[in-house]
């Protein structure tokens, strides 16, 4: 029997035990959510890849601690909150503001509260008579103050929370009432926690509203001049740097970067946007819907591309090289021939420390499956991964990069991720702040893979070397002798 087909039996006996513990509805629903990486049928077709298909973009079940976020938490927190020179106005009542004040270390060049405002927390602060009269006026009268306090911003963002969709305030009148009087972009975001499944339709929303009030608007464009090597990248959000150096190699190779959103971003990069050659998209899950609607309505192509490991980056680079000409081509061979050594460097020193140590995942949106091959370049092997609000064609890609037997989970809760953790032993997780210390309290090195636990970059040939050293640090501090795991303490 081969080691992959040991996993195999192993993990579906693991899914099976977990769900024991349901009610017999709920295990219903659940199983399809949890499920084992199968082979690819090579000798029908030998490009096929792992298959890895579960049920996913379906409601939590009530009762069963879901680790995702909400709408208002993928517009604000997402896709509009890293844009820099506008103002972010969490509109209801306080709490959603501040619990999504700066969670994200989303960088930016500028002076904060001048031209730019990314760590800066506004809210309508909706109280009991706003719920009962509406916000309407209160939302003007902010608006107003905000270009009286704050002169150079260029724009404000609604970000609706759940009451204003209830008592159903019309802020979309107010935005184009307000912008009348003022004549800057003011943009209405129904993005009220309730809606949908997840934070994924917060994307959606996002995307909808850029389309909508943003791209191909008359009066906002800065004068722009294209050139045959303009490109936008799009769902980077600069988390400690990965935008800038992500943005090093593309422009090394000949490209120039004209837009890069929503991390380090400005409006006038997404008004242009639409003036680009292509669009690279890191985050498939939050800009593939505005990536779409550019390629229907101005013919821009766009493609996915994947920047963690040397390994990938050199796939990405000579494939983004192939829609342009020789002199691009030619500007990635010699950026890859650069770097290099540098990843050579960092293997040789790290692979011996982390040769064969397993890594379990559950992480939001890209990372799951885009981190796995940095992951597998320093000799690490991904033993599980999930995502908390993908949809099934985020699951098909996982398939490009898991092997046979990889312990697959969607929305998983937190029982059931204890559960994993407990039996699969694995000598690294990585996920988000809310799993950290459990994990960490069982004994398990753990490693934040939404902040880069206030690292970074992870991206790019300089990122992966501080992407190696941290894990290094997780996995080989000596803290982890000094105390017992709660499996290895006496009755």
Known sequence: MSLNEEETIFNTRLIEEVLEAYPAKAKKRRQKHLTVAKAPDTEADPGALSECSVKSNIKSIPGVMTIRGCAYAGSKGVVWGPVKDMVHISHGPVGCGHYSWSQRRNFYNGTTGVDSFVTMQFTSDYQEKDIVFGGD????????????????????????????????????????????????????????????????????????????????????????????????????????????????????????????????????????????????????????????????????????????????????????????????????????????????????????????????????????????????DLGMEIVATGYEFAHNDDYQRTGHYVKEGTLIYDDASTYELEKFIEAIRPDLVGSGIKEKYAVQKAGIPFRQMHSWDYSGPYHGYDGFAIFARDMDLAINSPVWGMFKAPWKTAA
Not at 234 to 257: F, P, Q, T
Not at 300 to 309: H, S, T, V
Not at 336 to 349: G, S
């Open 137 to 376: 006026k209160k939302l003007k009268k902010i608006l107003t103050e905000i270009d009286e306090l704050f002169p150079l911003n260029h724009g404000t963002t609604i970000q609706s929370e759940c009451p204003v969709g209830l008592i159903g305030d019309d802020i979309e009148s107010v935005a184009r009432e307000q912008k009348k009087i003022s004549g800057k972009t003011i943009v209405p975001v129904r993005c009220e926690g309730f809606r949908g499944v997840s934070q994924s339709l917060g994307h959606h929303i996002a995307c909808d509203v850029i389309r909508d009030w943003v791209l191909d608007q008359d009066g906002n464009q800065v004068p722009f001049e294209p050139s045959p090597y303009d490109v936008n990248i799009l769902g980077d959000y600069n988390i400690g740097g990965d935008a800038w150096s992500s943005r090093i190699l593309l422009e090394e190779m000949g490209l120039r970067v004209i837009g890069s959103w929503s991390g380090d971003a400005t409006l006038a990069e997404i008004e242009r946007a639409p003036k680009a050659k292509m669009n690279l998209i890191h985050c498939y899950r939050s800009l593939n819907y505005i990536s779409r609607y550019m390629e229907e309505k101005h013919g821009i192509p766009w493609m996915e591309y994947n920047l963690f490991g040397p390994s990938q980056i050199a796939a990405s680079l000579r494939k983004i090289a192939e829609n342009f000409d020789d002199k691009i081509k030619e500007g990635a061979e010699r950026v890859i021939a650069k770097y290099q050594p540098l990843a050579d460097a960092v293997i040789a020193k790290y692979r011996p420390r982390l040769e064969g140590k397993k890594v379990l995942l559950y992480v939001g949106g890209l990372r799951s499956r885009h981190v796995v091959n940095a992951y597998t």
